[in-house]
């Protein structure tokens, strides 16, 4: 059977085998699924690597992306959770695959581009969500109603026509609810 991680870029790769070893069997199944562009769910316990999973293979071709342009601006990945201390762990998390991958990339003799992460809550400051419209993160994390504003401004609306990869965490807590139903018609 083909190594899981043969399909990403090797400072990647080789960050990833330094960090974890193997990959989980939860990562061995999503990955492929991600890699093809197919809507993926994945349903494991705690601990089992989904946010990985679901990270890794779109922060792989962000920087391919910025690779060929290190000027390409949008955001690329967006990630929606419910809860808004979970979006502040989650931008604090990738920081350690960032930086890395960006270590083994120069240990290669590489040099990757930045990829920027932003946060968007209700609790952001204005000038923060001012900056963000004028020049987009490669990530943006945001909660459901903040996504929902964003979308109405035709200003902020514009961030989102970069977007090539969405991660929607923590579904089963809004599944079967009114914030559930809004999420829905907020990403259709």
């Known amino acids: 059977m083909a190594d899981p991680l043969d399909s990403f870029s090797p400072p990647v790769a080789q960050w990833f085998r330094g960090a974890f070893g193997q990959p989980t069997a939860t990562q061995a199944a999503g990955w492929p699924p991600i890699q093809r562009g197919e809507h993926t769910l994945i349903l494991a316990p705690t601990g089992s690597g989904k946010t990985l999973a679901a990270f890794l293979w779109s922060i792989d071709e962000i920087y391919r992306e ?39 990339a120069r240990e290669r003799g590489e040099e990757l581009p930045a990829i920027s992460v932003a946060v968007r809550s209700g609790d952001t400051p204005s000038r923060e969500r001012q900056a963000m419209v004028r020049k987009p993160p490669h990530i943006l994390i945001t909660t459901p109603e903040s996504l929902y504003i964003l979308l109405t401004s035709p ?24 914030r559930g139903v809004h999420l829905a018609i907020t990403l259709e």
């Open 66 to 104: 910025l690779a060929e342009d290190r000027d390409r601006a949008g955001v690329r990945l967006l990630y929606v959770s419910p809860l808004k201390a979970l979006n502040n762990d989650i931008e604090r998390n990738l920081r350690v695959p960032l930086a890395g991958i960006a270590s083994i």
């Open 155 to 178: 200003r902020a609306r514009e961030l989102f026509r970069t977007v090539r990869t969405l991660i929607v965490d923590e579904i089963h807590t809004l599944a079967g609810s009114k």
